[in-house]
């Protein structure tokens, strides 16, 4: 399979811990983004990456919140001090930089997060 | 600012055709993609429209209009697989921007 792997696909961490999710995105692309997506709503964008440069990251995406892309390939997003409300599912996609031009991207399963 | 208005529900009968809207304001726009999600899946896309007009891809057409920041998705001949959450996306600086969807029924 060459899609995009997240892993875990499910967390359950009580309130104050901290949390590291990892994505392993398709490995031609070259872009890689982080969505939050809770029951109802549709995904957020919180962050995403050109190679290993973090390009963007959403103003809603507090200190807590950190991610990163070493060797532009896997990506890990980490969330400190959980909150309640952190409890999403937390989507990673990848893209080829030419997906500009598509407006395609390649979504994996999901990490759910539960915050006790 | 930005925005993003969809129905938030449609219902359709099997064999039917239904249409979705979207409006859109957002910043420095490339593009409109739609992205279907069955419940507990991934995001799955669609189509994409970057100028004005129809594009077709099978049972689906999405069209766009730039100088409306409007934009709608085409199900024909539905069927009950039909039946998820579909989202329009408008694209710009690398990223797509997700609306709240409309969750869409298919009734036999």
């Known amino acids: 399979d060459t899609g995009v792997s997240q892993d875990p696909r499910h967390k359950i961490t009580k309130r104050g811990q901290n949390v590291t999710f990892r994505c392993d995105p398709i490995s031609e692309h070259n872009r890689l983004y982080w969505y939050r997506q809770t029951l109802g709503q549709g995904p957020e964008f919180l962050t995403y990456f050109q190679n290993e440069a973090q390009l963007e990251k959403s103003r809603l995406l507090s200190d807590r919140f950190s991610a990163e892309r070493p060797k532009g390939s896997f990506s890990t997003l980490e969330i400190q001090r959980t909150e309640q409300g952190d409890s999403a599912m937390y989507l990673c996609a990848s893209s080829p930089r030419t997906s500009v031009n598509t407006g395609e991207l390649f979504f994996g399963e999901g990490s759910r997060l539960t915050v006790l | 600012g930005q925005s993003l208005e969809q129905p938030s529900e449609v219902t359709a009968v099997e064999g039917a055709i239904v249409q979705i809207n979207c409006t859109y304001q957002?910043?420095?726009?490339?593009?409109l993609s739609w992205y279907q999600q069955h419940d507990g899946g991934a995001p799955t896309f669609l189509s994409y429209?970057?100028?004005?007009g129809l594009e077709e891809t099978g049972r689906f057409s999405s069209f766009l209009s730039r100088s409306d920041s409007y934009g709608y998705l085409l199900l024909q001949e539905l069927q009950m697989k039909d039946s998820a959450s579909y989202f329009c996306a408008p694209g710009g600086g690398g990223k797509l921007i997700f609306g709240q969807g409309t969750e869409l029924s298919v009734k036999p």
């Open positions: 429209n970057a100028l004005d």
């Open positions: 957002t910043s420095g726009f490339y593009g």
